[in-house]
């Protein structure tokens, strides 16, 4: 008579896990730390090249707005003459870049130029006199060409009364020059100066912006993406 084998179930390691189960925990964790030092990466990389408000451009490049919602690229092309483009995301993500342009402007690069971003994340850019030494006014590769006279144009949030709209406007032309950065107004050529046009409006010195409990919350709200 053959005696019954008896077999011995098996036993819980000390920790309650198995090796299968240990091993998928180090798998899991390991990802996990991976994938946090990605992202903290990418937040970092994602803000470490923006623009201050009121930090002045004046070389060709790319560059962040100061909130990260717009870039602005500055090229020159072959036939002389500078690109300033301007793209806009809607979401804060560092993981994507969805940039799509959401304008240019074109002039020749014999002219002066600078611009910068306020803290609104409003872009401001001037454009400075055309030299008659230099001839002719020449047409812009998008078509037309520019006065002859110098011009700040401003590009982003517009307040009123009604509220907020977006869009641009030439403020020397306006006279809307509130919230226009000190760094910006002190650069600009004197109220007096020639190449002005005959009808620009240059103040003595920069005024202020104030706004509205509504309007800060509607700004507050597009730039931090809510």
């Known amino acids: 008579m ?3 084998t008896m077999t011995t179930p098996p036993q819980p390691h000390a920790n309650g896990a198995s090796p299968v189960a240990r091993k998928w925990n180090r798998v899991l964790i390991g990802f996990t730390s991976l994938l ?3 992202l903290l990466a990418l937040l970092l990389f994602s803000t470490r090249d ?3 408000p009121g930090q002045l451009v004046d070389d060709l490049g790319t560059y962040r707005s100061p909130w990260g919602r717009q870039k602005v690229e500055i090229s020159k092309s072959p036939e002389g003459y500078i690109s300033v483009t301007l793209s806009r995301r809607w979401r804060q993500s560092p993981l994507l870049n969805p ?3 959401s304008g240019r402007t074109e002039f020749e690069a014999e002219r002066d130029w600078f611009l910068c971003f306020d803290e609104y994340d409003r872009l401001w850019l001037f454009v400075g006199e055309w030299d008659r030494d230099w001839g002719e006014l020449r047409e812009l590769p998008s078509g037309g060409t520019r006065p002859y006279a110098q011009a700040v144009q401003l590009t982003g949030f517009h307040f009123n009364r009604n509220g907020v709209s977006r869009g ?3 403020v020397s032309g306006m006279g809307k020059w509130e919230g ?3 760094e910006f107004f002190e650069r600009l050529p004197a109220k007096d100066d020639p190449g002005w046009g005959p009808a620009s409006i240059v103040p003595e010195t920069p ?3 104030t706004l509205t409990v ?3 919350r509607t700004v507050a709200r597009v730039l931090e993406g809510r």
């Open 2 to 4: 053959i005696a019954p």
């Open 214 to 216: 509504d309007q800060r």
């Open 99 to 101: 940039y799509s342009s």
């Open 180 to 182: 226009v950065p000190k």
């Open 50 to 52: 923006r623009l201050r």
């Open 207 to 209: 005024p202020p912006l």
């Open 36 to 38: 946090v030092v990605v």
């Open 168 to 170: 641009s406007s030439v």
